[in-house]
């Protein structure tokens, strides 16, 4: 992929943006993040590695209804959709885990295996409610770099948060392939992690 990022140029290119004009809204360790004044996100990156592969991410799946649309993209920066609501692991704490809600997990873990991820998982910080109640990835990371083949961060997010079980079932009563494949590795992950 080119540094120059040519494939992803939108409004914003011809204009100064001052982020004196802006509200923080957080910093990770990968970048800094304001709210643009038209309502979408600049995300300035600080480490140039991470930041290619979250935008070759980007760029793959943009317009997939479960990840924030790029709109530009420059060196050291891209602009894109604000994903409103709170995290997972949030919104589970205040509200818990309903059959409704893990179904809506499961189906986008799916849809990771239908845009050939490598990396089946997700931490629950990375997953948004936003407030119609559909979910969209804000941090995608090593989806196509890293090799994991169930839930690993998900399922120890959920069972910190004492839900684990209850999201089990849901796999296990609406995807059994699923949760044949996957209930064996995260049993012993969450043994060796927590209960030896």
């Avoid at 409004?11 to 643009?36: A, K, M, Q, S, T």
């Avoid at 530009?72 to 589970?92: A, K, T």
């Avoid at 990371?141 to 120890?156: D, G, I, N, Q, V």
Wanted: with cysteine; hydrophobic share 35%.
């Amino acid at each position: 992929m080119s540094s120059d990022h040519k494939s992803v140029k939108g409004p914003y290119h011809n204009f100064d943006i001052n982020l004196l004009d802006c509200e923080f809204l957080g910093r990770g360790n990968n970048g800094i993040v304001y709210l643009l004044p038209d309502g979408n996100v600049i995300k300035i990156c600080f480490e140039h590695k991470s930041f290619e592969r979250e935008y070759a991410i980007l760029e793959a799946v943009n317009g997939n209804k479960y990840f924030p649309r790029l709109y530009e993209v420059g060196g050291n920066y891209m602009i894109r959709e604000c994903v409103p609501g709170e995290s997972l692991s949030h919104y589970i704490a205040k509200n818990g885990l309903d059959e409704e809600l893990s179904l809506k997990i499961i189906e986008l873990l799916k849809e990771f295996i239908s845009l050939n991820f490598t990396k089946i998982d997700i931490r629950c910080k990375d997953i948004f409610v936003q407030p119609n109640g559909i979910l969209k990835v804000i941090d995608p990371k090593k989806f196509y770099t890293k090799e994991r083949s169930f839930p690993r961060h998900l399922s120890k997010g959920l069972y910190k948060l004492g839900v684990l079980d209850t999201f089990l079932q849901a796999l296990k009563d609406n995807e059994p392939k699923f949760y044949k494949s996957w209930y064996p590795e995260i049993d012993k992950y969450i043994k060796e992690t927590y209960e030896s």
